[in-house]
DNA sequence: CTATATTGTTCCAACTCCGAACAAATACCG
DNA sequence: CGGTATTTGTTCGGAGTTGGAACAATATAG
């Protein structure tokens, strides 16, 4: 039951109901392709002449083709339709401390060409450098005339709507207008956002598995820092100050070890890499300047290092990660008493040693989840799909075209 | 950019259109009264014509009323439009351990007639004395015919959608279908929800202010426990175990004070009256089990003694107070940091020590906030209208017909 | 070849917004 | 006092939409 934005609404039109009933049945047909039109009536509870009308429209629109004829034990064989990804394509850019990561993908997400090159901290080369790259990218692969928009994820804080930048301390980026720069350099539409919720819209749009077909998920990406994107009813939560799901820096003890955000006790200065690491190695992060903790998490010894070890039989390894297993679980009970999603999603090292960890991370969660149907929330490890940044910023440019109309 | 759930949607049919432009026009009505057929049409560009015929519709289901004509320079002179409220009824109930209260509401939330009383705690003999009060209430009101339904507000969880008190620890239920018996033993609708999530519906379908028109935000109330209620885009959320929202059994050190729920550390723990009053009295909760400590909070001392004792130069009890008050500003981080409002409502009787507090909160928040503009978030104390909780009950059944229709 | 079944199209009725014309009501002005 | 301008509210035809039924197309079974 939603109340109406009196100050920001939108009439319906002679023209609304069609266009719901489109991307309803654009979306159908995305779920369920092939598909004839006949069952598209049907499972639209609409009859085949309006099935039939909203068919030919999104032909028309280039949404969907017709294919292959099915097989009917009798009758008039139906015509199977599919929506169109192959040739529809986006650019997706994940930007890292070390790497830039640029991909080109169609619609689906699936991945058709690939460059990564070191990270430029200059704005204006950064922009200057990527715009070349995607020209070169799109004139080798032949999708001049393809490609819809550039998706854009970067690890900080982005106000969505501008496309601005607003801070990312790993790249030292502060109040940068990626969207306006890149959009001006390369003639396409940019979208910008924040690398963890890229890949919880990675997951909400592009994943084809269907257990994956919850609409209430969070996502939870769990490496250097923690990323979180949190998915209420179909779509992302983002606040008013697009901080919204920064569930990395609650405490878990207001006096807990210090964190790269300055503040102590964060939920990820417990479970970080670098959090794991050091207790393996017995470093005392607390005593480190931020600095020196970006510099602490750079060494040569990784989280594969430390789980291989575990697996090996090193006791104090297996000690680390369970610790870190108990504190997982510890701040996901909060995440889940406090959104109660249908259904959280795990990212990152850690997730290899999920069979290790589980058992630990599953009583922990229970020993704070506040009914027993809470303790039972799944968490699942993200389906171990590469590159799951840059298919959310893929996504960012895929999905207006299926998402439902806004309304009212 | 919601994704359409292709499981559960509404196709649009011929009708659509209308029901979502008459549901606009009555809640622009309901914002503006009194407003002319001419004025409405302007607000919602659209013709004349079309206004008319909304309005015409909206009169016919009663839904509003003409009155008075009113002045302008030139011209033709308007027909008001306002709302009808005032014989539209609804009664409700807030169920507390020593006393329910049971009030007749017209769909403004005014409040009609009012009875308190002893609680009531055999479920049977509890709706069955319930019934006998509201019929009498009703007929007492000559009301009968207005009454569109119950609202009940409970202390504890709720499935809102089947009506059933999953557990109310205060009052010892659990498991209740409180929805049909009561139905069945009045022959009104009845709608149940948690008594924290009812306060935020108050403040979400029956405020005045104008100051208080946002869609998105959190509502605290702080007394015994803590009831919070999540306001996103014009929507309360529940959750999928109808618990989303419960930052009052977040941790703020996970090995902190004894809590109710028998736990330790949770926030409640740190800011409940009960958690205030212990500090200044030096009591030790954690060696308390949880039935003590719901007798400890019980005692005849309570926050306003507190309150009036720390105006009146205690230095202890404002020590205390002041400690509530830290404590209070850092959960209230969190909750910015991972719902990100655009605005936090507080209500309880700490507020009544709200100038004492407010630079303490806001400094202890301003710590743990991400951005600076996130602890720029606006913390109001709620409108100190009467009784909270009961317009809370009866806006479950007067919202219905104010909601966005579901659409896709 | 006929009966049956299924798909996909076409047509009209009912309902909607949209634009314009029209009627009603009022103030202003000569 | 009457005409003009202005605003409100209604009415009517046009175009876009779903809903229902008839129809054409296509296939299988016997």
Not at 198 to 224: G, K, M, P
Request: hydrophobic letters at 45%.
């Amino acid at each position: 039951m939603r109340k109406i934005n009196t100050h920001d609404f939108k009439v319906a039109t002679r023209t609304t109901s069609r266009e719901i009933n489109r991307r309803i049945a654009l979306n159908l047909i995305r779920e369920h392709q092939p598909i004839s039109r006949a069952d598209l009536a049907r499972r639209m509870s609409v009859t085949r002449g309006v099935a039939s009308m909203l068919v030919q429209e999104l032909i028309a629109q280039g949404l969907i083709y017709e294919g292959a004829t099915g097989e009917v034990a009798r009758g008039r064989k139906p015509t199977f339709l599919h929506i169109r990804t192959r040739d529809r394509l986006a650019v997706a850019v994940d930007v890292r401390f070390s790497k830039t990561y640029l991909m080109l993908s169609d619609f689906s997400g699936r991945q058709l060409a690939l460059e990564i090159y070191d990270t430029v901290f200059a704005i204006p080369q950064f922009v200057k450098d990527l715009a070349r790259r995607v020209r070169r990218m799109l004139k080798t692969q032949g999708a001049e005339g393809n490609c819809e928009g550039i998706g854009v994820a970067v690890p900080g804080m982005v106000d969505h709507r501008t496309g601005r930048i607003l801070n990312a301390p790993t790249l030292g980026w502060r109040d940068v207008d990626m969207r306006d720069q890149l959009a001006a350099a390369t003639g396409l539409p940019v979208q910008v956002e924040n690398s963890g919720r890229a890949c919880s819209l990675a997951h909400l749009w592009l994943e084809r598995d269907a257990a994956a077909a919850t609409q209430s998920f969070v996502y939870i990406s769990v490496s250097d820092g923690v990323g979180i994107g949190v998915v209420v009813g179909g779509e992302l939560m983002r606040g008013h100050d697009h901080i919204a799901g920064e569930f990395g820096h609650m405490p878990l003890s207001l006096d807990g070890p210090r964190c790269m955000c300055g503040m102590t006790g964060c939920w990820e200065a417990y479970i970080s890499n670098l959090a794991t690491l050091s207790r393996y190695f017995g470093w005392n992060l607390s005593k480190l300047s931020p600095k020196a903790l970006h510099e602490a998490g750079r060494g040569s010894f990784t989280m594969p290092d430390l789980v291989a070890r575990a697996r090996g039989g090193d006791v104090k390894a297996n000690a680390a990660i369970q610790s870190t297993a108990r504190f997982l679980g510890l701040g996901l009970a909060t995440i889940i008493n406090v959104i109660n999603p249908d259904c959280i999603y795990l990212a990152g090292e850690i997730t290899t040693a999920w069979d290790l960890i589980e058992g630990t991370t599953r009583e922990a969660l229970s020993e704070r989840a506040l009914t027993s149907s809470a303790a039972r929330t799944p968490v699942r490890v993200a389906a171990a799909q590469e590159h799951t940044r840059l298919r959310g910023a893929a996504a960012l440019i895929a999905a207006p075209t299926f998402a439902a109309p806004r309304v009212a």
